[in-house]
């Protein structure tokens, strides 16, 4: 069973993969108390995490917006539209009708916090990861798409070691890991 400290990890996560504005470190902070309070998750969780909080202690948001605007937008092979690493074409846009219908029928305004981005954008999976209260429905979505793709931007974001966030989404991909591997 999902507890709301969980949950709220989703929602927590999503504010940390949307684009960098001035409360990114009180965001970054919210998320590190939340976790402290997890202690169902590996210890390399909160280690990664740590990195991510180090780096991002010292960086001027200008340089982080940059960081993020060059990472997730301007590389494919780190892309947050989830839907990419693993479908291509036709598969894809199948899915995201898919994802767009799931958010409908379940009442997720998926519109308002989209801002232009398409169904499988990560930060908006997370807020309905954090929305849902169908625990069978959460299940499914995150092994049999989520995680999936996940893995992928996880092994791409292993060959850049110098990318803040690189640490950001080892602990983000290690915590649904741990989920989706608690309710098989």
């Given at each position: 069973m ?5 949950t709220?990890?989703?929602t927590l996560m999503?504010?940390l993969?949307e ?8 965001r ?7 976790l402290?309070?997890?202690?169902k998750y ?11 909080m180090?780096?991002?202690?010292i960086?001027a948001l200008?340089?982080?917006q940059?960081i993020?605007?060059?990472?997730f937008?301007?590389t ?5 539209d ?9 598969r ?35 807020h309905?990861?954090?929305?849902v209260?169908?625990?069978e ?7 049999g ?5 996940l893995?992928k931007?996880h ?7 110098r ?9 983000v991909y290690?915590?649904i890991?741990?989920?989706?591997k608690e309710v098989?």
């Amino acid at each position: 069973m999902t507890t709301q400290t969980e949950t709220n990890l989703y929602t927590l996560m999503a504010g940390l993969l949307e684009y960098p504005r001035e409360d990114i470190k009180d965001r970054a902070k919210a998320f590190a108390d939340a976790l402290a309070g997890c202690t169902k998750y590996p210890p390399e969780v909160a280690e990664e995490y740590g990195k991510f909080m180090k780096d991002l202690d010292i960086m001027a948001l200008d340089d982080l917006q940059g960081i993020y605007s060059y990472t997730f937008e301007l590389t494919s092979d780190y892309s947050l539209d989830m839907g990419s690493h693993i479908f291509d074409g036709f598969r894809r846009s199948n899915k995201l009708s898919t994802i767009k219908s799931m958010y409908r029928d379940n009442g997720f305004p998926y519109e308002q916090l989209a801002k232009g981005e398409l169904p499988d954008h990560l930060p908006i999976l997370l807020h309905f990861l954090g929305f849902v209260k169908d625990e069978e429905l959460m299940k499914d979505f995150r092994q049999g798409f989520v995680i999936l793709a996940l893995e992928k931007l996880h092994k791409n974001f292993e060959k850049n070691l110098r990318n803040i966030y690189r640490h950001l989404m080892s602990a983000v991909y290690r915590i649904i890991e741990t989920d989706v591997k608690e309710v098989k």
